[in-house]
């Protein structure tokens, strides 16, 4: 029995590329704590002076547009709540990666199940990596074709959770002895 990578590399056995690696980004600060040397310097606010006939009046100072869009929030994108946008902001990863939602990305994730036998239990975190990486493949050829501009790549933690899901509606309706289709 194999049981190390040295093991296969001995054995000439190739192996897959994926890895959770880029799924694992290192956590930033969020943006109102950077250090003191990464802060921008503030505009400065210069009197506006207009000539008038005899004289040079002062105006009230005028703020530059670029220390307004700063102060202003950043608007959350299309689709995402506050929290959701905030969650994207601390984590840097998108909110909407983290779940699979809409019937799309469910049945693609269905049949992908049962092409593939995924059961929890038995998938390795590289086997995580390789189905997230496939899924994701699958579901911008689907957006595409129906003619999606974005496709939001799924993170392997929501294909993870809704494999849990399922099992536990699969185990339960096993127990009941439930096997009518609710369609």
């Not at 049962?114 to 086997?127: C, L, R, V, Y």
């Not at 595409?144 to 799924?154: D, F, H, L, Q, Y």
Request: glycine residues 4%; hydrophobic residues 35%; contains cysteine.
């Amino acid at each position: 029995m194999l049981t190390s990578m040295t093991d296969l590399h001995l054995q000439g056995l190739r192996i897959p590329s994926a890895t959770l690696d880029q799924y694992l980004k290192a956590r930033s600060r969020l943006p109102y704590r950077k250090a003191l040397s990464q802060l921008p310097t503030p505009p400065t606010t210069v009197p506006s002076t207009t000539i008038t006939g005899g004289g040079i009046s002062l105006c009230q100072p005028t703020v530059s547009p670029a220390l307004n869009s700063e102060l202003s929030p950043p608007l959350p994108p299309p689709g995402m709540t506050r929290s959701q946008h905030f969650f994207t902001i601390a984590t840097r990863i998108d909110a909407r990666a983290m779940q699979i939602s809409g019937d799309t990305e469910f049945h693609l994730f269905m049949d992908m199940r049962a092409e593939f036998g995924w059961i929890s239990f038995k998938m390795t975190p590289k086997q995580w990596a390789l189905a997230t990486e496939t899924y994701n493949t699958r579901l911008e050829e689907k957006d595409r074709a129906n003619g999606r501009p974005e496709t939001v790549k799924k993170h392997p933690q929501a294909l993870l959770r809704k494999l849990g899901e399922i099992e536990v509606m699969v185990m339960n309706r096993m127990v009941k002895t439930d096997f009518k289709c609710e369609s």
